[in-house]
T-cell receptor, first 111, second 112 residues
Framework: KAGVTQTPRYLIKTRGQQVTLSCSPI?????VSWYQQTPGQGLQFLFE???????NKGNFPGRFSGRQFSNSRSEMNVSTLELGDSALYLC??????????FGPGTRLTVL | SQELEQSPQSLIVQEGKNLTINCTSS?????LYWYKQKYGEGLIFLMM?????EEKSHEKITAKLDEKKQQSSLHITASQPSHAGIYLC????????????FGKGITLSVRP
C-alpha cells in the first residue's frame, strides 16, 4: 500500500496570505489528523477528520481550518498567515486499529 | 509542565551497545505510540501499545507499557548507526484515539 502523501512538500508565503495544504491518507483509512511541529512548541494536534466530519480539535485559532472529502483526502487551510505559522505541517491517517501513520510533511515558511 | 516527559533529552551511545529511553505521562494513558523522526522529515511509526503490561518487538527494538506507572520504555539492542534519529512518544490522553499529545523527543546518536 502507498503511504500517506502530502503536497506540496515546501511552501513559501508572505504574511497576510492564505495557504492550502493537501493530504491523501493510506487507502482504506477514513481518519485524517493534522499536526503542527515547531522547534519551540514541538508537535501539536490541530484537528482530526473522520468521514468528512471534524471529530476532534486542538487549541488553535480559527484561522486554521480543514475539511475532508468523500475519498478521505483532506485539506487544511491557514488564513491571514503570521510569521509564527512557519512550521512543518504533518498529517496522519489512522487504521481501524488506531495506528497512526504520518506523511512526510509540508514545510511552510512565512516571510 | 509537560503532560508527556521523555528522558533522557539526548543520548550518545557506541555502536553495538544497548540503550533504553523512557516516556512518562502525568495523565492516564489510553494508548502510547513510539515514532522515529529524522530532522525535518515525517514520523516513522515504530509501535503502538494499548494495554498495561503490553510488550512489542520489531527487529532490535522493544517497547513496554507500564500502565500503573503511566510510563513506557523503548529498548534498542545492539544499536547501529541506522538507529540514530529523534524518538518521539505520543499518547492518547483523552480516549479520543486520534488526538495525540507528544513529548519533546529524544535525540539519539550512535557512534560507529
Amino acid at each position: 500500500k502507498a503511504g500517506v502523501t502530502q503536497t506540496p512538500r515546501y511552501l513559501i508565503k508572505t504574511r497576510g496570505q492564505q495557504v492550502t495544504l493537501s493530504c491523501s491518507p493510506i487507502s482504506g483509512h477514513r481518519s485524517v489528523s493534522w499536526y503542527q511541529q515547531t522547534p519551540g512548541q514541538g508537535l501539536q494536534f490541530l484537528f482530526e477528520y473522520f468521514s468528512e466530519t471534524q471529530r476532534n480539535k486542538g487549541n488553535f485559532p480559527g484561522r486554521f481550518s480543514g475539511r475532508q472529502f468523500s475519498n478521505s483526502r483532506s485539506e487544511m487551510n491557514v488564513s491571514t498567515l503570521e510569521l509564527g505559522d512557519s512550521a512543518l505541517y504533518l498529517c496522519a491517517s489512522s487504521s481501524l486499529y488506531n495506528e497512526q501513520f504520518f506523511g512526510p510533511g509540508t514545510r511552510l515558511t512565512v516571510l | 509542565s509537560q503532560e508527556l516527559e521523555q528522558s533522557p533529552q539526548s543520548l550518545i551511545v557506541q555502536e553495538g551497545k544497548n540503550l533504553t529511553i523512557n516516556c512518562t505521562s502525568s495523565k492516564t494513558l489510553y494508548g502510547l505510540y513510539w515514532y522515529k523522526q529524522k530532522y525535518g522529515e515525517g514520523l516513522i511509526f515504530l509501535m503502538m501499545l494499548q494495554k498495561g503490561g503490553e510488550e512489542k518487538s520489531h527487529e532490535k527494538i522493544t517497547a513496554k507499557l507500564d500502565e500503573k506507572k503511566q510510563q513506557s520504555s523503548l529498548h534498542i539492542t545492539a544499536s547501529q548507526p541506522s538507529h540514530a534519529g529523534i524518538y518521539l512518544c505520543g499518547a492518547d490522553l483523552s480516549g479520543a484515539n486520534s488526538k495525540l499529545t507528544f513529548g519533546k523527543g529524544i535525540t539519539l546518536s550512535v557512534r560507529p
